[in-house]
């Protein structure tokens, strides 16, 4: 692996019962020999919750091992993490490539959930802080969704009993019964929405890399924008890892051996 590579991942949600990363040493593999790693949002959650002390020590965790681990690691934020970082997306590859971790893509930052319409209501109220005829920026409107992701506690993320988090989480997730296609309505327009959001915002740019959804996969749009979504390390998906070199974009599998997580083959390679 070339020293000037830049990988891309997201949505590791370390301290969730629902992650597959139960130890942070279980993902070194995954930094061998790169130079730059960025971690596009959901990293872990920093939200209030009922149990301060172990998002407190997750934190902890994760100051202490990723600079240990890799020479440059950039956290951006998400909605779980949205007091990570002060930064909430990236430009790579000279503008080519644009990295958010894609809940601002929606108006109610995650649709499927049971709190989306009181995220509706507070991004509302956020808006009419600014006058209709001058709408907020790119940076203001980052700066409104992550105060109202912040202002959503966590729901079943802290539960340290297992069998209590696994009722939560199935009372999260498939209730009410509307929550299911909710979530593959979400999947479906992820990748128009994503395209969308370039165009407006970043027109220069070729691609588009995004977490949030958990639903991995590469949407090439008909007017050149490649849409890419890394998916997450939560069941039942996958993850992929998104390689920036020298002239060249590599989508690669991730793949789980031996409780390790590991670069596995190559998806698609696309010129930059």
């Not at 969308?196 to 959804?213: D, E, N, V, W, Y």
Request: glycine share 6%.
């Amino acid at each position: 692996m070339p020293a000037e590579t830049i990988r891309i991942l997201s949505d590791l949600h370390f301290g969730d019962h629902a992650s597959r990363v139960t130890h942070l040493a279980q993902i070194r593999p995954l930094l061998d020999s790169i130079a730059h790693l960025v971690l596009n949002g959901d990293t872990l959650d920093t939200r209030p919750g009922p149990r301060p002390r172990h998002t407190a020590e997750s934190r902890a965790v994760v100051a202490d091992f990723f600079p240990r681990s890799v020479a440059q690691t950039t956290f951006l934020t998400g909605n779980h993490d949205p007091d990570l970082s002060p930064l909430h997306h990236l430009d790579l590859a000279d503008g080519a490539v644009f990295v958010t971790h894609g809940d601002i893509f929606f108006d109610d930052i995650v649709p499927w959930s049971n709190d989306a319409v009181l995220i509706r209501q507070r991004l509302a109220a956020e808006r009419r802080a600014f006058n209709p005829e001058t709408p907020p920026d790119l940076a203001q409107h980052f700066a409104m969704v992550r105060r109202v992701a912040a202002s959503i506690p966590q729901r079943h993320q802290s539960e340290r009993n297992r069998l209590k988090y696994t009722a939560r989480f199935l009372a999260d997730t498939i209730w009410p019964p509307t929550r299911v296609a909710r979530i593959i309505e979400t999947w479906r327009n992820t990748p128009a929405l994503a395209a969308s959001f370039l165009r407006k915002h970043r027109p220069q740019a070729r691609f588009i890399i995004s977490g949030h959804t958990h639903r991995r996969g590469i949407w090439p749009q008909t007017d050149g924008v490649t849409v890419i979504n890394t998916g997450a390390f939560c069941p039942p998906g996958g993850s992929y890892a998104v390689d920036l070199t020298a002239g060249k974009l590599s989508v690669r599998d991730i793949v789980r051996r031996a409780g390790e997580f590991r670069i596995g083959s190559v998806v698609a390679e696309l010129p930059l």
